[in-house]
């Protein structure tokens, strides 16, 4: 399936596109074939628990913020030995990873995971990453002191922006981007984000050429 103007933006598609300065990727539906928290839950306890507060916060069921904040308090006191078997675990889509190979300087990856559960992820992937900031709680455990605003992130970067993204979480980020892509080969986007992107696609491979005609 080719990359498509949404349907709301139709009459915007035929404006030609310039190079935009930086690509956004959200972790956890542009980039990773599971998402990063329910690698990290995986033949845990509350694997099942965290999956479903993923999948509901994902199609903007439940507040994705008050979500996270759940799933980071039912996964507890992170052990190095479950971050290290979460990183071997994790597999990136090829394409996608080899677009932000071919241009670390001007990707950056986000997620709404606490920075400290990313670091070891993120050390292995070009790029940067901005993840949520929290605290280590008596017991170990790590407490969201503030869940990050991916829409804050666009605003930040000094230059224009195509995000990517297919969660409800990624609303603030895609509505406030140059150019906006709800992506649908890992997670179906939810139709709420279909009033602020102004491109749609499935597939991977047409996804980064169409990143590549904005490179």
Not at 24 to 32: I, R, V
Not at 82 to 87: D, K, S
């Amino acid at each position: 399936m080719s990359i498509r103007p949404s349907p709301q933006l139709a009459g915007d598609c035929m404006a030609p596109l310039l190079p935009v300065d930086y690509f956004l990727f959200d972790l956890d539906t542009a980039l990773l074939r599971t998402p990063w928290l329910e690698l990290l839950a995986a033949d845990s306890l509350v694997a099942n628990t965290v999956r479903r507060l993923g999948a509901q916060a994902r199609a903007g069921d439940i507040p994705p913020e008050w979500a996270v904040r759940q799933q980071v308090a039912l996964l507890g006191p992170m052990s190095a030995k479950r971050l290290r078997r979460a990183v071997d675990a994790a597999e990136a889509e090829p394409r996608v990873l080899s677009f932000i190979c071919a241009h670390p300087q001007r990707c950056v990856l986000i997620s709404t995971a606490p920075e400290q559960w990313c670091e070891e992820l993120t050390a292995r992937l070009p790029g940067s990453c901005y993840g949520s900031q929290a605290r280590v709680a008596p017991g170990g455990a790590l407490q969201l002191t503030a869940v990050l605003d991916k829409k804050a992130v666009v605003t930040d970067l000094p230059g224009s922006v195509c995000a990517v993204g297919g969660s409800a979480s990624d609303l603030g980020m895609l509505s406030a981007a140059h150019v906006s892509v709800a992506y649908g080969a890992l997670h179906t986007p939810p139709v709420g984000l279909y009033d602020v992107i102004t491109h749609l696609t499935f597939d991977p491979e047409r996804l980064c050429q169409f990143l590549s005609e904005l490179s």
